[in-house]
Protein backbone atom coordinates (compact mmCIF):
# COMPACT_ATOMS: atom_id res chain seq x y z
CA UNK A 1 0.00 0.00 0.00
CA UNK A 2 1.19 3.76 -0.96
CA UNK A 3 0.51 6.17 1.67
CA UNK A 4 1.00 9.97 0.30
CA UNK A 5 2.38 12.35 2.76
CA UNK A 6 2.20 16.14 2.97
CA UNK A 7 4.36 18.77 5.41
CA UNK A 8 7.75 16.67 5.78
CA UNK A 9 10.47 15.73 3.31
CA UNK A 10 9.22 12.22 3.03
CA UNK A 11 6.48 12.23 0.25
CA UNK A 12 5.65 9.33 0.04
CA UNK A 13 5.95 5.27 1.85
CA UNK A 14 5.28 2.19 -0.09
CA UNK A 15 4.74 -0.69 2.13
CA UNK A 16 5.68 -4.14 1.47
CA UNK A 17 3.87 -7.06 3.57
CA UNK A 18 4.91 -10.31 4.37
CA UNK A 19 0.87 -11.01 5.57
CA UNK A 20 -2.33 -9.14 5.44
CA UNK A 21 -2.17 -6.32 7.09
CA UNK A 22 -5.62 -4.12 8.00
CA UNK A 23 -5.77 -0.98 9.36
CA UNK A 24 -2.64 -0.11 9.37
CA UNK A 25 -1.85 3.87 10.53
CA UNK A 26 1.52 5.59 9.71
CA UNK A 27 2.43 8.84 10.94
CA UNK A 28 5.55 10.97 9.73
CA UNK A 29 6.84 13.73 11.75
CA UNK A 30 9.75 16.00 11.88
CA UNK A 31 11.50 15.65 14.61
CA UNK A 32 14.66 16.42 16.53
CA UNK A 33 17.18 14.03 17.37
CA UNK A 34 16.72 11.07 19.59
CA UNK A 35 17.72 11.42 23.50
CA UNK A 36 21.05 10.17 23.77
CA UNK A 37 21.44 9.83 20.27
CA UNK A 38 24.85 11.11 18.23
CA UNK A 39 24.09 13.54 15.33
CA UNK A 40 24.68 11.51 11.88
CA UNK A 41 27.32 12.82 9.93
CA UNK A 42 27.36 14.75 7.21
CA UNK A 43 25.32 18.02 6.88
CA UNK A 44 21.64 16.69 8.24
CA UNK A 45 18.88 18.25 6.05
CA UNK A 46 16.28 16.88 8.36
CA UNK A 47 14.67 14.58 10.59
CA UNK A 48 11.71 12.27 10.75
CA UNK A 49 9.72 9.94 13.01
CA UNK A 50 8.17 7.14 11.50
CA UNK A 51 5.65 5.30 14.02
CA UNK A 52 3.63 2.32 13.13
CA UNK A 53 0.00 1.40 14.83
CA UNK A 54 -2.25 -0.95 14.37
CA UNK A 55 0.20 -3.34 12.78
CA UNK A 56 2.52 -6.18 13.92
CA UNK A 57 6.13 -4.63 12.85
CA UNK A 58 6.93 -8.81 11.92
CA UNK A 59 3.98 -8.39 9.34
CA UNK A 60 5.99 -5.94 7.61
CA UNK A 61 8.74 -6.63 4.56
CA UNK A 62 9.97 -3.18 4.36
CA UNK A 63 9.26 -0.42 2.63
CA UNK A 64 10.19 2.27 0.09
CA UNK A 65 10.31 5.90 1.00
CA UNK A 66 10.14 8.83 -1.29
CA UNK A 67 11.61 12.28 0.23
CA UNK A 68 12.42 15.61 -1.63
CA UNK A 69 15.68 17.84 -0.91
CA UNK A 70 15.44 21.31 -2.02
CA UNK A 71 18.15 22.39 -4.73
CA UNK A 72 18.66 25.68 -3.29
CA UNK A 73 19.88 23.93 0.03
CA UNK A 74 22.49 21.51 -2.06
CA UNK A 75 23.91 24.07 -3.58
CA UNK A 76 23.85 26.26 -0.54
CA UNK A 77 26.20 23.29 1.16
CA UNK A 78 27.78 22.73 -2.07
CA UNK A 79 26.19 19.23 -2.40
CA UNK A 80 24.98 17.20 -5.27
CA UNK A 81 22.34 14.89 -5.91
CA UNK A 82 25.14 12.04 -5.43
CA UNK A 83 25.81 13.55 -2.11
CA UNK A 84 22.95 13.00 -0.77
CA UNK A 85 21.11 10.06 1.40
CA UNK A 86 18.61 8.73 3.99
CA UNK A 87 19.86 6.99 7.35
CA UNK A 88 18.02 4.88 9.91
CA UNK A 89 18.28 5.01 13.26
CA UNK A 90 18.33 1.63 14.71
CA UNK A 91 19.12 0.11 17.99
CA UNK A 92 20.40 3.82 19.32
CA UNK A 93 22.67 3.78 15.55
CA UNK A 94 22.12 5.69 12.49
CA UNK A 95 22.51 3.00 8.65
CA UNK A 96 23.08 4.51 5.63
CA UNK A 97 20.17 3.20 3.34
CA UNK A 98 21.03 2.06 -0.07
CA UNK A 99 19.72 5.74 -1.05
CA UNK A 100 18.57 6.38 -5.57
CA UNK A 101 18.08 9.34 -6.85
CA UNK A 102 15.07 9.91 -8.97
CA UNK A 103 14.72 13.40 -10.86
CA UNK A 104 14.69 16.98 -9.92
CA UNK A 105 11.69 19.22 -10.51
CA UNK A 106 10.04 22.42 -8.96
CA UNK A 107 12.72 22.85 -7.20
CA UNK A 108 13.21 20.02 -5.22
CA UNK A 109 15.28 16.85 -5.87
CA UNK A 110 13.68 13.31 -4.95
CA UNK A 111 15.04 10.07 -4.00
CA UNK A 112 13.66 6.64 -2.90
CA UNK A 113 15.50 4.43 -0.30
CA UNK A 114 14.35 1.21 0.71
CA UNK A 115 14.04 0.79 4.96
CA UNK A 116 13.74 -3.37 6.58
CA UNK A 117 11.35 -0.49 9.34
CA UNK A 118 10.36 2.42 10.95
CA UNK A 119 11.70 4.64 13.34
CA UNK A 120 13.95 7.43 13.08
CA UNK A 121 15.55 8.92 9.69
CA UNK A 122 17.63 11.29 8.90
CA UNK A 123 18.46 13.19 5.07
CA UNK A 124 22.03 14.00 5.14
CA UNK A 125 24.31 15.26 2.81
CA UNK A 126 28.20 14.65 2.84
CA UNK A 127 30.72 16.49 -0.07
CA UNK A 128 32.28 15.25 -2.42
CA UNK A 129 31.60 11.41 -1.08
CA UNK A 130 29.08 9.07 -2.44
CA UNK A 131 27.33 7.44 0.59
CA UNK A 132 27.78 3.47 0.56
CA UNK A 133 24.40 1.46 1.53
CA UNK A 134 25.33 -0.45 4.28
CA UNK A 135 22.03 -2.29 4.18
CA UNK A 136 20.04 -3.74 0.97
CA UNK A 137 16.66 -5.05 2.31
CA UNK A 138 15.09 -7.63 -0.17
CA UNK A 139 11.57 -7.23 0.30
CA UNK A 140 8.92 -9.50 -0.41
CA UNK A 141 5.84 -7.94 -1.88
CA UNK A 142 2.05 -8.76 -0.66
CA UNK A 143 -1.08 -7.03 -1.92
CA UNK A 144 -2.21 -5.73 1.48
CA UNK A 145 -5.15 -3.20 2.84
CA UNK A 146 -4.40 -0.40 4.46
CA UNK A 147 -6.82 2.10 6.25
CA UNK A 148 -5.23 5.34 6.90
CA UNK A 149 -1.87 7.28 6.76
CA UNK A 150 -1.34 10.52 8.18
CA UNK A 151 1.42 13.54 8.63
CA UNK A 152 1.69 14.91 12.37
CA UNK A 153 0.54 17.67 13.24
CA UNK A 154 -2.15 17.25 10.40
CA UNK A 155 -4.93 15.11 10.90
CA UNK A 156 -5.34 10.95 10.55
CA UNK A 157 -6.10 11.09 7.12
CA UNK A 158 -7.81 7.71 5.09
CA UNK A 159 -4.83 5.90 2.16
CA UNK A 160 -6.21 7.02 -1.12
CA UNK A 161 -7.76 5.09 -3.74
CA UNK A 162 -9.41 6.09 -6.78
CA UNK A 163 -12.28 3.92 -5.18
CA UNK A 164 -12.28 6.30 -2.44
CA UNK A 165 -12.18 9.47 -3.30
CA UNK A 166 -15.02 11.51 -2.43
CA UNK A 167 -15.70 12.41 -5.97
CA UNK A 168 -16.17 9.05 -6.92
CA UNK A 169 -19.05 8.60 -4.67
CA UNK A 170 -20.65 11.89 -4.81
CA UNK A 171 -21.08 11.04 -8.59
CA UNK A 172 -24.09 8.85 -8.29
CA UNK A 173 -25.66 11.61 -5.56
CA UNK A 174 -25.08 14.61 -8.26
CA UNK A 175 -26.56 12.48 -11.10
CA UNK A 176 -29.65 11.61 -9.05
CA UNK A 177 -30.08 15.22 -8.18
CA UNK A 178 -29.98 16.23 -11.43
CA UNK A 179 -32.65 13.81 -12.69
CA UNK A 180 -35.09 14.62 -10.29
CA UNK A 181 -34.55 18.22 -11.26
CA UNK A 182 -35.29 17.38 -14.72
CA UNK A 183 -37.85 15.45 -14.01
CA UNK A 184 -40.12 18.37 -12.32
CA UNK A 185 -39.57 20.78 -15.03
Do not use: C, N
Amino acid sequence: MTFSITDTSIARITVDAKDQISGMLLTVQKAGLPTGMAMPDGEVYEIEQITVYRADSASIAGAELTFAVESSWLTAHGLTTADVALMHEVDGAWQTLETTFVEERDGKAYFTARTPGFSYFAIVGVKGAAIPAETTPVPVTTSAPAAEATTVPATTAPATTPAQSPVFWALPFIALGALLILRRK
